[in-house]
Nanobody
Framework: QVQLVESGGGLVQPGGSLTLSCSASGSNGIAYGMAWYRQAPGKTRDFVARINPDDSTTYADSVKGRFTIFRENAKNKATLQMNSLKPEDTAVYYC?????WGQGTQVTVSS
């Protein structure tokens, strides 16, 4: 079972930027699909962005043009660069890959 470790959450003002990282164990140099989801208090866990094995990407409409997902470190790390952050981006962000979830990292956008 793959283990996912997230990092990079925090508090940022509206309009600011944050970078989230997700490191996956056991990739053995193979590029698997990796994705980010988020869950705000009292709401469902929603899709944010995905990078496919061929490095093509998909984004939720709400983050298109502001967030970028890309792969690093011999294919076992997915980074989510978040720019122009809005208060509605506040949530716990979860990494997903190969049927497993990370522990989540809090992102708070507030002045």
């Amino acid at each position: 079972q793959v283990q996912l470790v997230e990092s990079g959450g925090g508090l940022v003002q509206p309009g600011g930027s944050l970078t989230l990282s997700c490191s996956a164990s056991g990739s053995n140099g193979i590029a698997y699909g990796m994705a980010w989801y988020r869950q705000a208090p009292g709401k469902t866990r929603d899709f944010v962005a995905r990078i496919n094995p061929d490095d093509s990407t998909t984004y939720a409409d709400s983050v298109k043009g502001r967030f970028t997902i890309f792969r690093e470190n011999a294919k076992n790390k997915a980074t989510l660069q978040m720019n122009s952050l809005k208060p509605e981006d506040t949530a716990v962000y979860y990494c997903w890959s190969r049927g497993s979830w990370g522990q989540g990292t809090q992102v708070t956008v507030s002045s």
